[in-house]
């Protein structure tokens, strides 16, 4: 109870990102929130989880994973290029995170009981990842980030363990 009175905006129907020291919210709209459903025990209601899932699957999914930020959000950076400096101010402010598709994956499933709807939906969200996978830069393995804008270039460490591992756990929660 005391999560959900912390972090549930009611008005906009997810998670607040945190809350700052002075008790306001941050509502940026981050991916973060996902995990409060995709793990076993949730502390959400069902239709909290499921404003959860709808508000990330429109607002931060990509066919690569999860941004870091909205693209509604002012800080949102869509490309990760450039020096050093301005590749870091992209990392968490648009950056796309294939590792989080896992979790994503098992939320969706979940909200949606598992049904043979939801799993064959779900398999569309992994489809561009494991066509990357099989036929684009270091096949067999799942880059560590892709660019939050399409085409959603590949950035980063071109072989991610937790990229690759978080693609087969969904795939398996979608076909095992």
Not at 138 to 165: M, N, R, Y
Request: aromatic share 12%.
């Amino acid at each position: 109870e005391s999560f959900r009175d912390s972090f549930w905006n009611e008005r906009r129907g997810f998670l607040n990102d945190c809350i700052w020291p002075d008790g306001s919210p941050d509502e940026s709209i981050r991916p973060n929130q996902i995990f409060a459903v995709s793990l076993p025990f949730s502390p959400l209601t069902h239709q909290q989880q499921l404003g959860v899932v709808w508000t990330v699957e429109k607002k931060l999914l990509t066919p690569c994973g999860l941004r870091s930020l909205s693209p509604d959000d002012k800080r949102y950076k869509g490309r990760y290029t450039g020096p050093q400096r301005q590749r870091d101010e992209a990392y968490h402010q648009g950056t796309d995170w294939p590792f989080l598709l896992g979790h994503f994956v098992e939320a969706y499933l979940k909200v949606n009981e598992f049904s043979d709807e939801s799993k064959k939906r779900a398999g569309g969200f992994i489809a561009p990842l494991l066509n990357h996978l099989t036929q684009d830069g270091c096949l067999g393995q799942v880059a560590e980030i892709f660019e939050g804008d399409p085409p959603h270039t590949p950035k980063g460490c071109l072989a991610q363990a937790w990229s690759t591992g978080e693609l087969i756990r969904a795939y398996m929660m979608i076909n095992g």
